[in-house]
């Protein structure tokens, strides 16, 4: 997994370099998934890796969503859940699907965009930035990023969607 913090030497920072974020995985390995689409190569093994680790480690086992920062052996560090971990996840299965067909890919990004419908979005185009661990609301203010994150997860997941239901 991808650490959060580095030192000087680009060592992992003696503090904070086991903190890890789950919604960074899935964002990097998307970022490696669509270098290799576009070079018309195969993505690095570590792709795959960092999204089946922040699958088995970033994902609250009990109430869903996906922890806003852990360790590097799973504990959890912040277990608030915010909207932008899940727009990658659905952005890195989304694109792996359309590169590979795996059914296990589509299954994972149709739950994710159902998770995030019924827990984050809200009427009238707001959001619910941040929840609590139990998936109640914890932040009413809407950061301007987020529009970013949910534009390039439509952008992804929308193209999928269509070829699904083909």
């Known amino acids: 997994m991808l650490g959060e913090f580095y030192d000087e030497a680009g060592e992992p920072h003696p503090e904070t ?10 964002e990097w390995a998307w970022l490696l998934h669509a270098h290799a689409a576009r070079r018309s190569i195969e993505a690095p ?7 089946e680790q922040a699958t088995r480690m970033g994902i609250d086992p009990d109430g869903g969503g996906l922890w806003d920062r852990i ?9 608030t859940k915010r909207i932008w971990p899940v727009c990658e996840t659905i952005k890195a299965h989304a694109l792996r699907w359309r590169r590979r067909g795996d059914d296990a890919d589509r299954a994972a990004m149709i739950s994710w965009l159902e998770f995030l419908s019924r827990h984050y979005l809200r009427d009238g185009g707001r959001w619910h930035e941040t929840l609590n661990r139990d998936l109640s609301p914890l932040l009413s203010d809407m950061p301007g990023t987020t529009p970013y994150h949910l534009l390039m997860m439509a952008e992804e997941a929308l193209p999928a969607l269509a070829v699904s239901a083909q």
């Open 17 to 26: 370099g086991q903190w890890v974020e789950p919604g960074h995985q899935f």
């Open 45 to 51: 093994v570590a792709a795959d890796a960092l999204i």
């Open 71 to 79: 360790d590097r052996a799973g504990g959890v560090v912040v277990e």
